[in-house]
């Protein structure tokens, strides 16, 4: 079956500093991935999505992210992180042959100023 | 485009009695997820429509849920009988994909949920 670990429940960094949040996955196949933003009280927001192609993908606010099959991992990463970028941040796949999404635990991210 | 509209923001309501959720999703999407979150998780899948046939539903919807989507475009989830446990926050997102295709690259919009608690 499917599955995604998130290791870390809570990362704390100065603002300025590099960022980089951990995502492994269990899939069969090549999967799709997808990173997901959520702030406090609102829905998630799509960060970036990986699909095919280039395993590094840009995303919005400056978030990227690397695919790399032979760890089964897909970290997301910002090489200087902002006070607002404080949020949670959700890893997903696609449950092969089914509809439905699964997702990480989270990572919940403090940035110090 | 509004986005994925979903109400009431905010529900709280005593043990035993019945919720209902509305969703509106992005007008053009077809496809129309429900999912729960409860604290310090992430979100877990409760039911899929694709336009108004539901066709998947997790073991977690037990018979005291019941999700609709009339005519293919906003969707209700119904909760009866509610249970403390059955406080969380109730997510609704919206995605377009080609009729009859599983495939997993559908990127999904969220609303900004509602949030129920059951005293």
């Known amino acids: 079956a499917q599955s995604v670990t998130q290791p870390d429940i809570h990362i704390t960094v100065s603002e300025g500093a590099s960022l980089e949040l951990r995502c492994n996955y269990s899939y069969g196949a090549t999967p799709y991935l997808f990173w997901y933003v959520q702030s406090p009280g609102q829905g998630l927001q799509l960060l970036l999505k990986y699909f095919s192609g280039d395993t590094l993908v840009q995303g919005i606010k400056g978030f990227e992210a690397e695919f790399k099959r032979s760890q089964s991992s897909f970290n997301l990463r910002k090489p200087s992180v902002h006070w607002s970028d404080a949020a949670e941040y959700f890893c997903?796949?696609?449950?092969?042959?089914?509809?439905?999404?699964?997702f990480g635990t989270g990572t919940r991210l403090k940035v110090l100023a | 485009d509004t986005g994925v509209s979903q109400n009431p923001r905010h529900k709280i309501t005593k043990r035993g009695q019945n919720v209902t959720f509305r969703c509106d999703p992005i007008?053009?999407?077809?496809?129309l997820y429900w999912y729960r979150q409860t604290l310090g998780q992430g979100p877990e899948f409760l039911t899929y429509f694709q336009n108004e046939a539901q066709l998947e539903k997790s073991r977690l919807l037990s018979d005291r849920f019941s999700a609709e989507r009339p005519k293919g475009s906003f969707s209700t989830l119904e909760i009866q009988r509610t249970e403390q446990g059955d406080s969380a926050m109730y997510l609704c997102?919206?995605?377009?994909?080609?009729?009859?295709?599983?495939?997993?690259?559908?990127?999904?919009?969220f609303g900004a949920g509602s949030r129920l608690t059951v005293l």
């Open positions: 997903a796949v696609p449950y092969s042959g089914t509809y439905k999404y699964i």
């Open positions: 007008s053009e999407h077809n496809r």
């Open positions: 997102a919206s995605s377009q994909g080609v009729s009859g295709s599983i495939s997993g690259a559908n990127v999904l919009t």
